[in-house]
């Protein structure tokens, strides 16, 4: 069976408290634990009401304690936002406290708007160059203790120093990620659910270019979807209505909490959301189990994925566990 993971951005539904969005993923790491799911990854995202999670390190740490056997991770930190510092110094405490279950999930892009990066920034010296390699580097040779003599950082030491980092993995929804991500010899994570780029392209570049690394010494790649399960294919359609109309208002920039699906029956939509609507389609698996899974196998044939990491943005929180409960039947 092919590993089945998490990938939670703790979504808000309307009329619900971003605070209760927290408290949902809790519970859903639970279950997704009990299940047997393989890894529980929580985003970074900021300013968008449609989102909770936003702080990536603190839910890590919520989300072990509060499980037994399943690796914990980001996906991801978003590096730009962070002095790589801080990133080693965080995920090392995690590692020390649930030693063996924690991933730490790297990502490009500032996740969020240019003014709210800018803040997240103001006080680093920002740079218009893309400076993700850069901050990579020097969090690899923290770890490695690389710099060398003379060098301003040759002293620092990233605490707990006895701790190792956990295992990398960098994300990704490109052609230029996937062969980073082969070039530094991290593990890969492809964004399916929102990538633009063809799946099987990306995880073909990544292998093709894959550099062994002492943390991963072959290629390993994940890929992350955006899946809607229940138990029929028409209460399925029903619930991604939700997800629909989330992702015709993104496109109008109209970060919104999540519509019920009796909202999202109701709103009317224009000829542009409906191609919009069409065109996401091909990037979401909306059905019974039995459709689920004919419609998931040959997607992961087809990028020899080693593992599938699903997403869910439905409106109703036990709707949502009751997705993957039936996820796990259909791969089970």
């Not at 490109?174 to 010899?185: F, M, R, T, V």
Request: glycine share 6%; net charge neutral.
């Amino acid at each position: 069976m092919t590993p089945l993971s998490v990938l939670d951005l703790s979504p808000v539904a309307a009329g619900s408290p971003a605070a209760q969005a927290l408290r949902n993923s809790l519970d859903l790491a639970r279950l997704a634990d009990r299940l047997g799911f393989t890894r529980y990854w929580v985003a970074e995202h900021h300013s968008m009401p449609a989102i909770a999670s936003s702080a990536p390190e603190i839910m890590i740490g919520q989300i072990a304690a509060v499980t037994q056997r399943i690796r914990v991770g980001s996906g991801g930190v978003m590096l730009p936002n962070h002095a790589p510092l801080t990133v080693a110094e965080r995920f090392k405490v995690l590692e020390a406290l649930y030693p063996g279950r924690i991933d730490l999930g790297l990502g490009r892009a500032p996740g969020t708007d240019p003014a709210t990066s800018y803040m997240l920034r103001r006080r680093q010296g920002i740079s218009e160059e893309d400076d993700f390699l850069d901050r990579f580097n020097e969090l690899m040779l923290l770890e490695s203790r690389g710099f060398p003599a003379g060098h301003p950082f040759h002293k620092v030491r990233a605490m707990p120093d006895d701790v190792p980092l956990p295992p990398i993995y960098l994300l990704g929804s490109s052609d230029y990620s996937a062969q980073l991500a082969a070039q530094i010899g991290a593990a890969f994570s492809f964004a399916h659910h929102f990538a633009n780029f063809d799946a099987a392209e990306a995880m073909r570049l990544y292998r093709d270019n894959f550099r062994p690394s002492p943390a991963h010494t072959k290629p390993y790649a994940i890929l992350a979807t955006h899946v809607v399960c229940a138990e029929t294919d028409e209460e399925a359609a029903r619930l991604a209505t939700t997800v629909e109309l989330n992702f015709v208002r993104r496109a109008k920039g109209e970060y919104l909490p999540l519509a019920s699906p009796e909202e999202a029956i109701a709103y009317d939509y224009s000829p542009v959301d409906r191609a919009r609507i069409a065109q996401n389609r091909a990037r979401l698996t909306v059905g019974s189990p039995a459709t689920v899974r004919a419609k998931l196998m040959p997607l992961i044939e087809a990028t020899q994925a080693d593992e599938l990491m699903v997403t869910s943005m439905i409106f109703s929180h036990e709707a949502r566990k009751r997705s993957y409960e039936l996820l796990m039947q259909a791969f089970a």
